[in-house]
């Protein structure tokens, strides 16, 4: 008897941004630079940043919360949890273990990825994999950061501690029979581009890890060249928008949203221009978060579709960008 095809539908979310808000303003105590500066050069008005204390599983525990209320589910309906993190809360074990604990999950296997601005495309291309194989059924994709304590809060730092911010969401995927979901999703990388934007320590090349000198040297901060990433970013995106489209037989014109990761503004000013793409179809909420890594496709995601933005039959296109060299997009029938 022929099986009907099972494809992966996105059945619930849930995010959380968290409560202390960073205006542009509260760098200028720190370094040379003004709400302008910002504003003008990446879109961002303001972001959040954790309490301390606080790391990714514990800001992703609301943001599961949220997304099992929308999907009607509980713990006991997740099979299997992907946590996309580059702002892990420990080298070892993995966020998605902690997060297994503190929410209370059975023995369900978690996943770590660590993909930086592109964990969310990579994480939601393995959880299509496990739910089309019909290995899981209900799939926890959970991306969240704390990037907050990777900032440079000086002079030097200034061009990077701006943009990058903290916030946490949930996806539930689940199996349809439907031909709604996920189309299909495409992944590349550039490990040449490594140091472009990288956190160079703690590293299993030193000896120790981590020492005072590693310290002294502000190894430990995210750096970023944002000249060459920008380069890169503006060329990617549409580039691998353009070959999820024709995978599926699709063009520039069927897509009715898209949502890039949250760069910079002007990144997706670039991109909806190369791509002839309106206002309305370009969903854009950095001004609000800045630029809060894995989470930030999933958050504007969840903002779109509590906005009604989203209709039945929508094709939706995700797209991202960021370290590693790593890029990615997914194309989905909503
Ligand atoms: N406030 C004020 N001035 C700043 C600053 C800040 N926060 N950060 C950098 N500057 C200064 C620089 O020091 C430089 O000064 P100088 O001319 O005296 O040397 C000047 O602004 C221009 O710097 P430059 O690096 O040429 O700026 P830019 O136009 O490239 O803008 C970025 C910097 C980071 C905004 C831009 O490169 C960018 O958006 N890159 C992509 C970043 C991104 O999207 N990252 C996420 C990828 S996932």
Redesign the pocket.
Known sequence: MKQNKINSHIIGMGYYAPENIIDNEY?TQF????DQ??SE??GIKERRFVNKGQGPADIAVPAVERALENAKLTVDDIDFIIFATSTPDYYIPGSGCILQEKMNFSTIGALDIRNA?SGFIYAISIADQFIKTQTYKNILVVTAEVQSTAMNLTNTG??TS??FADGAAATILSATESNQGILSTHLHSEGKYLKE?WVEAPSSKANPKLSQEILDQEKHYLK?N??E??KH?VKRFPEVIIEGLKHNNLTVDDIDLLIP?Q??I??SKMIQKKLNLSDHQVISNIHKYG?TTAASIPIALCETINNNKLCKGDTLVLAA???GFSWGSAILKW
Do not use: P, Q, Y
């Open positions: 760098f370094m040379e630079t003004s500066w910002i050069r990446t601005c200034r061009d701006v943009i934007l970023m944002g000249k990433v920008f970013a990761h760069a910079n002007r990144i630029n960008f960021g370290s």
